[in-house]
């Protein structure tokens, strides 16, 4: 009996703690976990959710820095320093995974922040990725060859990379061409054209002020290391003319110059009563300067600098001509056919010496830019002064026909100096590795101890504007 008391209470005792014991792995059955394990109403051993092997933290990626990109003349080249490894690109967002922990934990670090975008407008052609040009992965573009291991794309070709155009840091030079023309008012050291007296009062009269047009042009060359070497050429050429008459007995009409020959007086035929006499004066100026610098090219922030120093020459060349004849007539049984004296005065200074020469170039915006540049030369040479008079007189009495000529020459060593400065407006645009611009500005340069055609002393100023067009390869 109290065996069968004893099997009993032990069957109720274990009926009581079993279901406390084995409830952690039974579960009642439900569809939800039969669907996730397989079977019904039990979970693997141990659960996920409790056991988890801990993961690394991985460090906050670092914000790269903003590309710097330059859009203006006369660099048109991705330029990577060669002394600088680009920084390994990171994956862009959204591509970067989250530490996974339990379940119910948040993540610890958000994703990867991407490169900081720039358009393809801001960036030179080739240098965005396989999008804007071949050039974005190396010299064998956007290739099996060009890019690194990660493949084409934005995170194969890397980000993009540039800096100001400071010529050391590249490998290739660029040409500069200009080709322009001048409008310049000259200023002579003396711009008589002749005087006339009457009941002796003396009245001088001046060439009038005229544009003078010319042509200019310049080529050169800067290599990778910021230096190079430039030709400039220049040519003007100018004509002044006045032309008088002269049919009054009392009046005297005489041309200016250096001396010592000069116009001076009426012409046989007026003296005689024959015809009207004449007058034409002519002043020109001519110029060719020549000059080859050495330029060295550097930028302050936006704007580009140009410093040259070099050798220029220069041939002035400034003429007066005065002319006055009589086409003659018949006074009782005096026959004037021709009288007319010709007088030909030329100053010619050639020289050579130093030159220094500075150029600024500074964006505004559109494309245009605010541009100025400045020389100044030292040179010696000869300066020689010509005369010419040449008398010619076809009449019906002896003597039959007249016909002189005149000639004086002088020379002298002087030491010109000359200043120039110019300044305007340019607008330009790149097509391809070309910048093409143009230039409108005013122009205004001195020439020192240069004298006139008729005097040997004084100074030639010119005042106007130039146009020009040019390009940068």
């Known amino acids: 009996m109290w065996r ?18 084995f409830g952690q792995y039974y579960y009642p059955p439900m569809q939800q976990q039969q669907q996730q394990y397989g079977q019904p109403g039990y979970m693997p051993y141990p659960p996920q959710s409790m056991y988890y092997q801990p993961q690394p933290m991985r460090p906050m990626p670092m914000e790269q820095p903003a590309p710097r990109v330059y859009n203006f003349r006369p660099s048109n080249e991705t330029i990577v320093p060669a002394n600088e490894v680009p920084a390994k690109p990171l994956p862009r967002a959204g591509m970067a995974t989250p530490v996974q ?12 922040r991407s490169l900081p975008h720039v358009s393809k407008r801001d960036v030179f052609p080739g240098a965005g990725g396989a999008d804007y040009g071949d050039a974005a992965c190396g010299p064998n573009g956007c290739g099996p060859n060009g890019c690194g291991p990660e493949g084409c794309g934005p995170a194969g070709c890397g980000p993009v990379t540039q800096h100001l155009p400071h010529r050391g840091k590249h490998g290739h030079g660029h040409w500069i061409g200009e080709l322009g023309s001048y409008y310049l008012v000259p200023y002579h050291a003396s711009s008589n054209a002749f005087t006339s007296t009457t009941a002796g009062v003396t009245t001088t009269s001046e060439f009038p002020r005229t544009f003078e047009y010319g042509g200019r042009a310049s080529l050169g ?23 008088t008459t002269n049919a009054a007995a009392a009046t005297d009409i005489r041309s200016t110059g250096p001396g010592p020959l000069v116009i001076t007086g009426r012409s046989a035929a007026h003296t005689a009563g024959i015809g009207t006499d004449t007058y034409n004066f002519r002043q020109r100026v001519e110029m060719h300067v020549g000059e080859f610098e050495f330029v060295k090219e550097c930028h302050c922030f936006d704007t580009t600098l140009l410093f040259g120093s ?21 006074n009782g049984g005096t026959t ?37 540049n400045a020389r100044g030369s030292f040179l010696w040479g000869a300066e020689t002064v010509n005369q010419s008079l040449r008398t010619q007189l076809r009449q019906n009495v002896v003597p039959t026909d007249t016909d002189t000529s005149t000639n004086s020459t002088a020379r002298s060593n002087p030491f010109v100096s000359t200043g120039e400065v110019e300044f305007g407006l340019q607008h330009g645009c790149r097509l391809g590795r070309c910048y093409v611009f143009s230039r409108v500005g005013a122009v205004a340069s001195r020439w020192w101890n240069v004298g006139s055609a008729t005097t040997t002393t004084g100074d030639l100023s010119f005042l106007g504007g130039t146009a020009m067009l040019g390009v940068t390869y």
């Not at 922990?101 to 990867?112: D, F, I, L, V």
């Open 310 to 330: 070099g050798v220029r020459y220069a041939r002035l060349y400034q003429n007066y001509h005065a002319t006055r004849s009589n086409g003659g007539g018949t």
């Open 101 to 112: 922990g339990p379940m119910n934990a948040q993540p610890t670090s958000g994703p990867y």
């Open 221 to 243: 060359y800067i290599f990778h290391n910021t230096w190079g070497g430039r030709f400039n050429y220049t040519y003007l050429n100018g004509l002044s003319e006045v032309n």
């Open 336 to 372: 004037i056919i021709l009288d007319q004296v010709d007088l030909d005065v030329s100053n010619t200074f050639e020289g050579l010496g130093p030159t220094v020469s500075f150029e600024a170039i500074h964006p505004i915006c559109w494309g245009f830019a605010l541009y100025g």
């Open 4 to 21: 069968g008391f004893t099997f009993f209470f032990a069957i109720a005792v274990l009926g009581a703690i079993a279901p406390s014991s």
